[in-house]
């Protein structure tokens, strides 16, 4: 339970940590950020270090100069890039054994299978979709890889996705993060931002849950 307050806590006051690594840090923030983002996004035990939040408040920094936007940027890319390639690879040799366990604590089969029927309806931009979708971002390219899903295709899902994640939240934190209503309610923004990037994940939920139960209600009886 306090493991989970710390990390509620430092999701809703990212930029209270970033800014105070910056200044403890500062040229090796970059590292920070390179790192969290590629486990972020490409180890399936950590679809808890903050993803959108923390690019939004990274750019937000880099409007200030406390972070340079020209490194920022590049960085996060290839982080976003590099970490669902990892995944992809993860998932294709190691997933199936993970996932054997029905009751495993962690890795348990229905993250699999909510992240295979979001896969199955949206295809390859699955990878793209993913991107905005906390957990799913992390399984989505797991489950890729566990597919098979051919390499040179996921590539290119996978850079576009990077790409075009990145870009949103660093300059919609760079553009719209010195605001003075936004700084003063950052927590507020962090969480509408959550909600929003959540709806999809919670959309699709509800929409299986409707399917299977009307599959059920349908079916005859023996």
């Known amino acids: 339970m306090h493991f989970l307050s ?21 040229a090796w923030t970059y590292a920070l950020l390179f790192l969290v983002i590629s486990c972020e996004t490409g180890l399936v035990v950590t679809p808890f270090l903050p993803g959108d939040s923390l690019l ?46 029905e009751q495993s604590w962690f890795f348990h089969p229905e993250h699999l299978e909510k992240a295979r029927l979001f896969y199955k309806k949206h295809g390859g931009k699955t990878i793209v979709l993913a991107r905005f979708i906390p957990i799913m971002r992390t399984f989505a390219p797991f489950v890729a890889g566990i597919g098979r899903m051919d390499y040179v295709q996921f590539l290119g899902y996978n850079i576009a996705g990077a790409f075009i994640w990145s870009v949103l939240f660093i300059f919609g934190g760079f553009f719209f993060g010195t605001i003075p209503f936004v700084q003063e309610n950052f927590s507020v923004v962090i969480i509408a931002i959550i909600i929003i990037s959540c709806i999809p994940l919670i959309r699709e939920a509800i929409h299986h849950n409707r399917t299977e139960k009307n599959s059920k209600q349908q079916a005859p009886a023996e």
């Not at 809703?12 to 403890?24: G, K, T």
């Not at 890319?77 to 054994?97: C, E, M, Q, S």
């Open 56 to 101: 939004f408040a990274a750019g937000a920094f880099a409007a200030t100069h406390a972070l340079e936007i020209y490194y920022l940027f590049p960085i996060v890319f290839l982080a976003a890039a590099i970490g669902d390639t990892l995944n992809y690879h993860i998932g294709k040799y190691v997933g199936p054994r993970i996932f054997r366990r």
């Open 6 to 26: 710390v990390v509620i806590d430092t999701i809703l006051h990212v930029d209270v940590y970033l800014e105070s690594i910056i200044q403890a840090y500062q």
